[in-house]
C-alpha cells in the first residue's frame, strides 16, 4: 500500500467545513484511497472511498486530484461530534480480505 | 455494513495472566482481523483470521504470544498470553463486509496490565 502524509491537527469551527489534506504522491493505479476516523475511545469508522472521480455520500466528499498524488475529504458542516482522528489510507481494491495499514492521521478539533 | 461486538469491553490484568477477547459478528464473514491500538499510537495489524485455517501473523506478532481461534464464519478469539505492561493497548477485531473493500471496526477491548 502507497505511503500516505497527513498533518497531525488541524482545528475548526462548528457549522464550518472542514477540509482534511491527504497526500499520496506514490499511490499506484489500482490503489483506492479511503478514509476513516476513530472517535475518541471508539473502533474506527468508515467514511469514504474513492479511484478517480470524487465522491459524496451522506457523511462527506471526497476529492482527488487529477493525477492522483493528493486528496481532499471535506465535512460540509463540522459538527462538535466530528471530533476525531482521520486516517487516509491507500490500499489495493482486492475486495474484503486486504488488510488496512493505518498511518498517524489528522486530530481533528471541533470549537464552537 | 457489518454489527461488530467484543467481550470484555475492559479488563484491568495482572501480569503473567492471559486474556481471551471475544469477537462477534452479526453476519458471516471469510476474513477477521485483529489489531493492537497502543496508548496514544495508530492501529497495528496483529493478525488475520480465516475460518478453517490457521491464522496469518503479522512481523512482530507470533502465535504463541497471541493465539487466535476462528471456529466459525461469525465468531473469533484473540488471547493476550503472559502478559506485561507493555500490553496495555486497545484490542480492536475488524470484518470486510458490503463486497466493496471497506471494513468494519468492532468497538474494541481496552486492557490494562498491571
Known amino acids: 500500500d502507497a505511503k500516505t502524509t497527513q498533518p497531525p491537527s488541524m482545528d475548526c469551527a462548528e457549522g464550518r467545513a472542514a477540509n482534511l489534506p491527504c497526500n499520496h504522491s506514490?499511490?499506484?493505479?489500482?490503489?483506492?484511497v479511503y478514509w476513516y476516523r476513530q472517535i475518541h475511545s471508539q473502533g474506527p469508522q468508515y467514511i469514504i472511498h474513492?479511484?478517480?472521480n470524487n465522491e459524496t455520500n451522506e457523511m462527506a466528499s471526497l476529492i482527488i486530484t487529477e493525477d492522483r498524488k493528493s486528496s481532499t475529504l471535506i465535512l460540509p458542516h463540522a459538527t462538535l461530534r466530528d471530533t476525531a482522528v482521520y486516517y487516509c489510507i491507500a490500499r489495493s481494491h482486492t475486495g474484503t480480505a486486504s488488510k488496512l495499514t493505518f498511518g498517524t492521521g489528522t486530530r481533528l478539533q471541533v470549537t464552537l | 455494513s457489518a454489527v461488530i461486538s467484543q467481550k470484555p469491553s475492559r479488563d484491568i490484568c495482572q501480569r503473567g495472566t492471559s486474556l481471551t477477547i471475544q469477537c462477534q459478528v452479526d453476519?458471516?464473514?471469510?476474513?477477521m482481523f485483529w489489531y493492537r491500538q497502543q496508548p496514544g499510537q495508530s492501529l497495528t495489524l496483529i493478525a488475520t483470521a480465516n475460518q478453517g485455517s490457521e491464522a496469518t501473523y503479522e512481523s512482530g506478532f507470533v502465535i504463541d504470544k497471541f493465539p487466535i481461534s476462528r471456529p466459525n464464519l461469525t465468531f473469533s478469539t484473540l488471547t493476550v498470553s503472559n502478559m506485561s505492561p507493555e500490553d496495555s493497548s486497545i484490542y480492536l477485531c475488524?470484518?470486510?463486509?458490503?463486497?466493496?473493500?471497506?471494513?468494519?471496526f468492532g468497538p474494541g477491548t481496552r486492557l490494562l496490565v498491571l
Open positions: 474513492g479511484l478517480k
Open positions: 506514490t499511490i499506484s493505479g489500482n490503489e483506492y
Open positions: 475488524s470484518v470486510g463486509a458490503g463486497g466493496g473493500g471497506t471494513q468494519y
Open positions: 453476519s458471516q464473514v471469510t476474513m
